[in-house]
């Protein structure tokens, strides 16, 4: 099971993991996450300058964000990604989220394979509200079939190049694992969630019955999205997420 910390503002707790982001959040007692979609996506500089106007109508400070979900042109390289992950940190840095060189805020970035944008942009974004009742209220950051933070996601990921049915299926199996892994860490299970979602341009119907068993024997929606991760080498994301509200809200010019 995974450890957690608070976050600066002392309104959620996140489980550590690389510098780009954490392995997911859950609101502290006194707290709970609230999250905004966008109608459409904006470009990233755009949706930050929109983080920071919301928060601050809504009395929040900056160190209230929690969780972002980004939209992506096209997969990155293993270095693409990185540089962009080194900017993003970075003005996540400015903002004093950042622990030194711990990212609380729980991420999911994927690449829509059809309708892309036209740079990576903001789907998204969470943040703690003050709420006494005691709420299930969490993120789990996306993850593709990769563990986090070794020497490169080539090195670790589960059959890679493998489109196979056998393949998908492995890959599967090890995202769910981890999002099991990050829901106990968070002192949740599958019960709580009330979003679960797919990233895959590859056959999900096969693994209904099995596989994703632990939300569909509850009755919960899958939402299957088809997209890609954020790397070229990684086939299949998964995030979850369990929130009392969630609203919508416009960018305006």
């Given at each position: 099971m995974y450890s957690t910390r608070t976050s600066q503002d002392g309104s959620y707790r996140f489980i550590p993991a690389v510098y780009q982001y954490s392995g997911?959040?859950?609101a502290e007692p006194g707290f709970?996450?609230?999250?905004?979609?966008?109608?459409?996506?904006?470009?990233?500089?755009?949706?930050l300058q929109l983080i920071e106007a919301h928060l601050k109508?809504?009395?929040?400070?900056?160190?209230?964000?929690?969780?972002?979900?980004?939209?992506?042109?096209?997969?990155?390289?293993e270095g693409g990604f990185d540089?962009?992950?080194?900017?993003?940190?970075?003005r996540l840095d400015q903002w004093g989220v950042l622990q030194g060189q711990v990212n609380p805020v729980a991420r999911t970035?994927?690449?829509?394979?059809?309708?892309?944008?036209?740079a990576v942009s903001l789907h998204a974004f969470s943040y703690t509200v003050p709420d006494d009742a005691a709420r299930v209220s969490f993120v789990v950051a996306g993850s593709g079939e990769a563990?986090?933070?070794g020497a490169g996601y080539a090195q670790g990921t589960i059959r890679p190049g493998d489109a196979s049915p056998d393949g998908v299926r492995a890959k599967a199996e090890w995202v769910?694992?981890?999002?099991?892994?990050?829901?106990?860490?968070?002192?949740y299970g599958w019960g709580d969630a009330t979003v679960a979602n797919i990233y895959t341009v590859r056959d999900i119907h096969p693994l209904l019955?099995?596989?994703?068993?632990?939300?569909?024997?509850?009755?919960?929606?899958?939402?299957?999205?088809?997209?890609r991760p954020p790397v070229a080498v990684l086939d299949y994301e998964m995030d979850v997420r369990g929130l009392p509200r969630e609203i919508v809200i416009e960018a305006r010019a």
């Amino acid at each position: 099971m995974y450890s957690t910390r608070t976050s600066q503002d002392g309104s959620y707790r996140f489980i550590p993991a690389v510098y780009q982001y954490s392995g997911g959040v859950a609101a502290e007692p006194g707290f709970r996450i609230e999250r905004a979609q966008l109608v459409n996506p904006v470009p990233l500089d755009r949706g930050l300058q929109l983080i920071e106007a919301h928060l601050k109508q809504a009395g929040r400070p900056l160190a209230a964000l929690c969780a972002c979900e980004l939209r992506s042109p096209e997969p990155f390289s293993e270095g693409g990604f990185d540089a962009f992950n080194r900017l993003y940190a970075a003005r996540l840095d400015q903002w004093g989220v950042l622990q030194g060189q711990v990212n609380p805020v729980a991420r999911t970035n994927i690449c829509p394979e059809i309708g892309k944008p036209d740079a990576v942009s903001l789907h998204a974004f969470s943040y703690t509200v003050p709420d006494d009742a005691a709420r299930v209220s969490f993120v789990v950051a996306g993850s593709g079939e990769a563990p986090e933070g070794g020497a490169g996601y080539a090195q670790g990921t589960i059959r890679p190049g493998d489109a196979s049915p056998d393949g998908v299926r492995a890959k599967a199996e090890w995202v769910m694992g981890e999002m099991e892994h990050r829901l106990a860490g968070l002192g949740y299970g599958w019960g709580d969630a009330t979003v679960a979602n797919i990233y895959t341009v590859r056959d999900i119907h096969p693994l209904l019955a099995d596989v994703l068993l632990p939300i569909t024997s509850l009755g919960r929606a899958v939402t299957w999205h088809f997209s890609r991760p954020p790397v070229a080498v990684l086939d299949y994301e998964m995030d979850v997420r369990g929130l009392p509200r969630e609203i919508v809200i416009e960018a305006r010019a």
